[in-house]
T-cell receptor
Framework: GQNIDQPTEMTATEGAIVQINCTYQ??????LFWYQQHAGEAPTFLSY??LDGLEEKGRFSSFLSRSKGYSYLLLKELQMKDSASYLC??????????WGAGTKLIIKP | IAGITQAPTSQILAAGRRMTLRCTQD?????MYWYRQDLGLGLRLIHY???????GKGEVPDGYSVSRANTDDFPLTLASAVPSQTSVYFC?????????????FGPGTRLTVL
């Protein structure tokens, strides 16, 4: 079966760095996405990785290792507005997104 | 530019009733999707459409139907609602149904079936 695993909840301090991990087992791989979802709102796109390595976009970076079925989202200089759920999703061989349950990130002052 | 709109915002529905959730996008995207989001579970794809006039089944299509008569609209119909269909429903669209295409989401419809 297809499976995306990510921690249910994480807590970090304002100004710090946090890494949210995602492991996956899917039928085929056509890229991995990270989305941010604030409570009661729609998911919004953060990043896309299809090749191994690190993609940096401002305070957010995303890493992919296809051989390990592993990705992480790195958030630097955390701000209170970063409190949200972070969703990992893999596009499978049918070009359908398989979603993890999300990681709720709590930022403390 | 509104992006994607969904209606209604929320709805309480008696079991057995028919319900259509509306979704409209103004980005001229070819592909559209319907997901449901339940606590503790990831978003699950119900139905999708890669282009006007075509639709396909996702992971959890039973009890739902869709149509795609034009580019902009992608309604989702529950023919006879059941309590297990209580969920938050998100409509999304992307330029194409391809690998590196970011999906844009509507604000969601919170549906409760009693």
């Amino acid at each position: 079966g297809q499976n995306i695993d990510q921690p249910t909840e994480m807590t970090a301090t304002e100004g710090a760095i946090v890494q949210i991990n995602c492991t996956y087992q899917t039928s085929g791989f056509n890229g991995l996405f990270w989305y941010q979802q604030h409570a009661g709102e729609a998911p919004t796109f953060l990043s896309y990785n299809v090749l191994d390595g690190l993609e940096e976009k401002g305070r957010f970076s995303s890493f992919l290792s296809r051989s390990k079925g592993y990705s992480y989202l790195l958030l630097k200089e955390l701000q209170m507005k970063d409190s949200a759920s972070y969703l990992c999703a893999v596009m499978d061989s049918n070009y359908q997104l398989i979603w993890g349950a999300g990681t709720k990130l709590i930022i403390k002052p | 530019i509104a992006g994607i709109t969904q209606a209604p915002t929320s709805q309480i529905l008696a079991a057995g009733r028919r319900m259509t959730l509306r979704c409209t996008q103004d980005m001229r995207h070819n592909a559209m999707y319907w997901y449901r989001q339940d606590l503790g579970l990831g978003l699950r794809l119900i139905h999708y459409s890669n282009t006007a006039g075509t639709t396909g089944k996702g992971e959890v299509p039973d009890g739902y139907s869709v149509s795609r008569a034009n580019t902009d609209d992608f309604p989702l119909t529950l023919a006879s609602a059941v309590p297990s269909q209580t969920s938050v429903y998100f409509c999304a669209s992307s330029e194409f149904g391809g690998a590196d295409n970011e999906q844009f989401f509507g604000p969601g419809t919170r549906l409760t079936v009693l």
